[in-house]
Every structure is written in C-alpha cells, then in structure tokens.
C-alpha cells in the first residue's frame, strides 16, 4: 500500500523558516519524480518544487531562491526547506510521487500538511 505522509507545517512568523518533511511507502522511492504542491482554497493546486528520479530539481517562479528540496533515497523520505516566508506562502503543502506508466502514470499523494505564515 502506497503511503505519503506530511509533517513539519504550523504557524510561522513572516521572515521565518520551516521544513516540511514526506515519509514514504510502498512504491519503488528511487524511480520516481518527487513534488511539493500547494494549494489555497478556492486556488488551484500549484507545483511548489520538482526533484525528478534522475536528482534534477526545479521550482515554482514565486520561489525565487527561498526553498529547497531534497530526496532521502536511503530513508525514502522527501523533504522541502522553506526560508524567508512570506504571508503569501499559507498555504496547505501536499507531496506528490509520480512516475511514467503505460497505459497511465502513478501519481500519488498525501494528505496534506497546512503552513499558515503570518504575525
């Protein structure tokens, strides 16, 4: 069975930094794309940071050099480092596995941890 499952969201104060971290289980961690999404409501969900199988990593415009993400292989964990928050960033963040498949993709997803920033 397929698991993801968020932790490290909260109250941040603008300016601060917080970790979010996804546990993984069930699927093959070393051949999939990993993501960062996130969602506010009534927004549609938007792709926060990329780290691909092969370790190439990408991010959203609005990120501009404040988060980073990484890939443990080892412990089948993904993890997102967000500094220099800002109001705009509350937001609920949301780890997502996905893989290339034939006739469809796997696309998997957690449940969803919420960071509100804000003073």
């Known amino acids: 069975q397929v698991q993801l499952v968020e932790s490290g969201g909260g109250l941040v104060l603008p300016g601060g930094s917080v970790r979010l971290s996804c546990a993984t289980s069930?699927?093959?961690?070393?051949?999939?794309?990993l993501n960062w999404y996130r969602q506010v409501q009534g927004k549609e969900r938007e792709l926060v940071a990329h780290?691909?199988?092969?370790?190439?990593?990408f991010y959203g415009d609005f990120v501009q050099g404040r988060f980073t993400i990484s890939r443990d292989t080892a412990k089948k964990t993904v993890a997102l480092q967000m500094n220099i928050l800002k109001p705009e960033d509350t937001a609920v963040y949301y780890c997502?596995?996905?893989?290339?498949?034939?006739?469809?993709?796997?696309?998997?997803w957690g449940q969803g941890t919420p960071v509100t920033v804000s003073s």
């Open positions: 997502n596995a996905w893989r290339a498949g034939s006739p469809y993709s796997e696309d998997y």
């Open positions: 069930g699927f093959t961690f070393s051949s999939y794309d």
């Open positions: 780290s691909s199988s092969d370790d190439d990593t």
